[in-house]
């Protein structure tokens, strides 16, 4: 039985996880489908990686499997995920290649099947938000960036956005006046699954453009792309710093979240 501690979800332009020694990849099943997971060790350490978009980012955001991906990390014995993210900026201090630990979301989806408690066997279970984000990966991963010399912000709002279009100037100035700072297309669901999974659960954004509206030009998806590439070997130093010192103990709470269930 595999037993997996540490996984990375890599998001736009993080498709491959070269740093993992001997790499294996395994189909978990789950009872929400089937998930492809590349595993390997990295200085000693077992880690998991699961690229969100699949490789070569043939799944858009709103078809993601996110039940199927946060169960598979469970299966295999996952506690702690670090999860990469593109995003538009709609705060003028959050520039494109800057880093976010993103700390609170907030949630435009529709119809997005967001927990794993559905009522009937699964019993009910309004899981608490109030820190939605690990605060001790959250607290690695901000040290790691600035350790690194990284462009780095503690803490942002990234505003869900269902996609795969991207936001109109008036969307962006409504997130804008709720508070947002980020705009991307996948935190959510995937944040609460991992918080009603129990997982430890952290997001470091990379600015890749301003918003619509913000920004002067007209936002492509070859632009994020493009962006991604100069911010990638950014992406992979931090991502192996953090899977070099991260602890593997839980000082936190969010193994207890899930306790309520009825
Ligand atoms: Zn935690």
Redesign the pocket.
């Known amino acids: 039985m595999v037993n997996i501690e540490l996984a990375v979800i890599g998001g736009t332009g993080v498709y491959k996880a070269e740093m993992l020694e001997k790499p294996k990849e395994l189909e978990i099943k789950t009872e929400y489908g089937k998930t492809n997971l590349l595993t390997g060790n990295y200085k000693g350490r077992s880690v998991a990686f699961l690229a969100r978009h699949g490789s070569g980012h043939s799944v858009p955001p709103h078809l993601v499997n996110y039940r199927a991906n946060l169960q598979a990390l469970k299966n295999i014995g996952v506690k702690?995920v670090i999860a990469t993210a593109a995003v538009g900026s709609l705060n003028n201090d959050m520039k494109p290649g800057d880093f976010v630990v993103v700390d609170q979301f907030l949630d435009f989806t529709k119809g997005r099947v967001s927990t794993f408690f559905d009522g009937g066997a699964k019993g009910l279970l309004h899981v608490d938000m109030t820190d939605p984000y690990?605060?001790?990966?959250r607290e690695e991963i901000y040290n790691t960036a600035v350790k690194l010399g990284l462009n780095v912000h503690k803490g942002g709002c990234y505003v869900t956005a269902e996609g795969p279009r991207f936001e109109t100037p008036a969307e962006i100035k409504m997130y804008k006046m709720l508070g947002g700072d980020l705009v991307g297309m996948t935190s959510v669901p995937e944040v609460v699954l991992a918080r009603e999974a129990g997982l430890?659960y952290a997001t470091v954004a990379m600015v890749t453009n301003f918003a619509a509206g913000i920004s002067p030009t007209v936002l492509s998806h070859s632009e994020v792309v493009e962006a991604m590439k100069t911010s990638s070997q950014d992406v992979s130093r931090l991502i192996m710093s953090i899977l070099e010192t991260i602890s593997l103990e839980?000082g936190?709470?969010?193994?207890e979240t899930a306790t309520e269930v009825r």
């Open positions: 702690k690990c605060r001790e990966v430890c839980r936190c709470t969010c193994s």
